[in-house]
């Protein structure tokens, strides 16, 4: 069946979605609440279309292709229906840039930046208060706010939040949800608690704000690279390179990686390679010495440990006994490495650089803290530090050995693929997943006694830590179509 947009016939099915079609056929339309396969809400209301033979403009979001549609994208009428979408939604934001972590990176700031949103009709701009009036209208809106910063690895505030529900739909947990009524609505846990879920961080991955972002004090950790008494460590996860391009446009691959870590201060760059590398070696052994039938579940993945301890506790003991590859490698570096080199492991300050954000919600011995993509793009923000002087450097080695065949561990189902590799003498019954819902669907099997496993390799995100929370999405200028 065939459609039209913009005058150009397309052959679509009949049903399709057209902001999916337009997707498709690259041609660009601001969305704010839609992403990827994310249930479409229409809340934002910039996807609009024309369609022919209505004069009532529609989201292309819910929009069903039919035989014979004519779509129009761009006109005078869209845009000036857009802008003032976007100037509500830019009303509750003006001025509160500077202050907020996702400044540069965030898809508000560049659609009102794109969309020339100068004028504020909706609620006055702070310098022009002059009337009690408007004072109280700020007050009321500024007693809205709720912020939450008490859990370990997302920090939430209502301050930038523009209910687009990105958070809601992608939250495996469905820890968030709406809290009050009316003009009063926001976006927060029931009863406005304390987040206390899997810190897989899909919300703060999708948010397209900064309502929801990493919590960290970057001060402190700059703090630390920065001391000249303190060697600092960078362990750095090779799922890191398929999304920090996101972050820093000019890391194209490791070395220049490398380069930008040594400008912020670290002295030694190692890859996580070696850590995951000591971690299959180790799980391998715990399998290939457990005497009964008891399974054992992997325990690189902090949001399924923390999901087996919240929702399982009675597994517990059936995770696996090894710590997460990027502490394994930190102790190796505060003990062996240190005593080789002659340095005091006090002043040692290791930071991982991670594809997770569930990893922070736990302390550990020797890892001293971890950092996502995104805050490494904040750091490098901040010190403006230019591509063009980063040299381009090789990483550090813990041993002389190559260790790059345990990265494929970062996609879900490797582990096992290698676990078995090396298992002698034995059959194992092997599952893996990669979701929280599939996790589920095989612990409740197990507590059943529907199913038997020897081993579960469970992660949370999907294809594993190459997808993680931590990641950095590319936050596109969007370019409207003339
Ligand atoms: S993307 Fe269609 S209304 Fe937001």
Redesign the pocket.
């Known amino acids: 069946m065939q459609i039209k947009i913009n005058n150009k016939k397309y052959e679509v099915t009949e049903g399709e979605i057209i902001?999916d079609i337009l997707n498709k056929e690259n041609i660009r339309?601001?969305?704010?609440?839609?992403?990827g396969k994310l249930k479409?809400?229409?809340?934002?209301?910039?996807?609009?279309v024309e369609v022919k033979g209505s004069n009532r403009l529609t989201?292309?979001?819910?929009l069903e292709a039919q035989a014979g549609m004519e779509i129009i994208t761009e006109s005078e009428k869209i845009r000036k229906a857009r802008s003032i979408n976007l100037e509500l939604l830019w009303s509750d934001h003006a001025g509160k840039c500077s202050h907020c972590k996702k400044n540069r990176q965030c898809e508000l700031q560049n659609l009102a930046e794109e969309y020339k949103i100068e004028n504020f009709h909706f609620i006055p701009r702070k310098g022009e208060i002059t009337s009690q009036e408007e004072l109280d209208l700020i007050r009321d809106d500024w007693s809205r706010i709720v912020v939450d910063d008490k859990n370990p690895v997302i920090a939430r505030t209502t301050e930038f939040c523009i209910e687009?529900r990105r958070c809601l739909n992608i939250c495996p947990g469905k820890m968030v949800g709406f809290n009050y009524r009316a003009g009063d609505v926001v976006i927060g846990t029931p009863y406005e608690k304390t987040l206390d879920c899997l810190f897989c961080g899909a919300c703060v991955k999708h948010c397209p704000t900064g309502a929801a972002t990493d919590k960290n004090n970057l001060e402190e950790i700059q703090k630390k690279l920065d001391d000249i008494n303190i060697l600092a460590v960078a362990i750095v996860d090779p799922a890191i390179l398929k999304s920090i391009n996101n972050e820093v446009v000019e890391i194209k691959e490791e070395k220049k990686l490398n380069g930008f870590l040594k400008e912020l201060g670290f002295e030694k760059i190692f890859s996580l390679n070696y850590g995951m590398e000591k971690y299959l070696q180790q799980i391998t052994e715990e399998l290939q010495n457990k005497k009964d039938k008891s399974m054992i579940i992997n325990s690189s993945c902090v949001a399924v440990n923390r999901l087996v301890e919240k929702r399982y506790p009675e597994l517990k003991k059936q995770l696996a006994k090894v710590d997460i590859p990027d502490e394994i490698m930190a102790k190796v570096i505060k003990t062996d490495y240190a005593k080789k080199n002659k340095i005091n492991p006090k002043n040692i300050f290791i930071v991982a650089i991670s594809s997770c954000t569930a990893k922070k919600s736990q302390s550990y011995k020797n890892l001293d803290n971890i950092i996502t993509v995104r805050e490494l793009g904040r750091m490098v923000r901040e010190r403006k530090i230019k591509g063009s002087s980063v040299k381009e450097l090789a990483k550090d080695e813990i041993e002389e050995k190559d260790f790059s065949s345990a990265e494929k561990i970062i996609k879900t189902g490797e582990l096992t693929k290698l676990v078995l590799k090396k298992i002698k003498n034995k059959k194992l019954k092997t599952v893996v997943t990669d979701s929280v819902q599939k996790t589920k669907e095989i612990l409740d099997d197990i507590r059943k006694r529907k199913e038997e496993y020897d081993f579960i390799e469970a992660m949370i995100c999907p294809g594993g830590c190459l997808n993680g929370g931590g990641q950095a999405r590319k936050i596109e200028k969007v370019k409207t179509n003339k």
């Open positions: 902001l339309i601001p969305t704010l609440c839609s992403y479409r809400e229409a809340a934002c209301r910039l996807c609009l989201t292309s979001c819910t687009c």
